[in-house]
């Protein structure tokens, strides 16, 4: 009976083994949370510095364009077009 407590009991061998494998998932996405939140720290920092970053993200999320600026918009030819 001591040996079945051992191993299934609430502080057996697979209780440390499934509450060490939470441990590590739980290091895991704290690791990945750190990465995340140095990423926009730097974005952040970039956007308060740069104004290149600034005028990049209205470019490329907004659809903004300079003064004077041409927009020209090419279509794709697909294989069908190509025959004619």
Excluded at 3 to 22: F, H, S, T, W, Y
Excluded at 46 to 66: H, N, S, T, V
Aim: without cysteine; neutral net charge.
């Amino acid at each position: 009976m001591l040996v079945v407590d051992a191993l299934v009991g609430d502080k057996g061998l697979l209780a440390m083994m499934k509450v060490r494998q939470e441990y590590q998932a739980l290091e895991q996405s704290l690791t990945d949370a750190k990465s995340a939140n140095a990423q926009l720290r730097e974005q952040a920092r970039r956007l308060r510095e740069d104004p290149d970053a600034i005028e990049e993200i209205a470019r490329r999320e907004l659809g903004l364009m300079k003064p004077g600026e041409k927009l020209f918009i090419v279509k794709d030819i697909g294989p069908a077009d190509q025959k004619r």
